[in-house]
Nanobody
């Protein structure tokens, strides 16, 4: 089973930057990897994904232009660079595998990392 471990969360101020990491115990060149976030009482939201084949990226409108997803195949790690953070970005952030493409359903999940943005 694929294991994913997120790190890099924390408490920051509005406008700050954070970089999340997702370490994957599998050859990530075979997998599309997505980032999701969830706040209490709300459904988990898909915010970004990077494909395995051509590195194509997708973003939710809520983070487009502020967040950047990237991957380092040598380290089997996917990153989420978050800039100009806003209080509404406060959530638990998860990474997940999405099979062979970003349209696939998420299957293996990490444990999540908390991001808190204060005004």
């Amino acid at each position: 089973q694929v294991q994913l471990v997120e790190s890099g969360g924390g408490s920051v101020q509005t406008g700050d930057t954070l970089k999340l990491s997702c370490a994957i115990s599998f050859n990530m060149d075979l997998l599309a990897i997505g980032w999701f976030r969830q706040t209490p009482g709300k459904e988990r939201e898909g915010i970004s994904c990077i494909s395995n084949s051509d590195g194509r990226t997708v973003y939710a409108d809520s983070v487009k232009g502020r967040f950047t997803i990237s991957r380092d195949s040598n380290k089997n790690t996917v990153y989420l660079q978050m800039t100009n953070l806003k209080p509404e970005d406060t959530a638990v952030y998860y990474c997940a595998t999405r099979g062979g493409w970003c349209g696939g359903p998420p299957d293996s999940w990490g444990q999540g990392t908390q991001v808190t943005v204060s005004s």
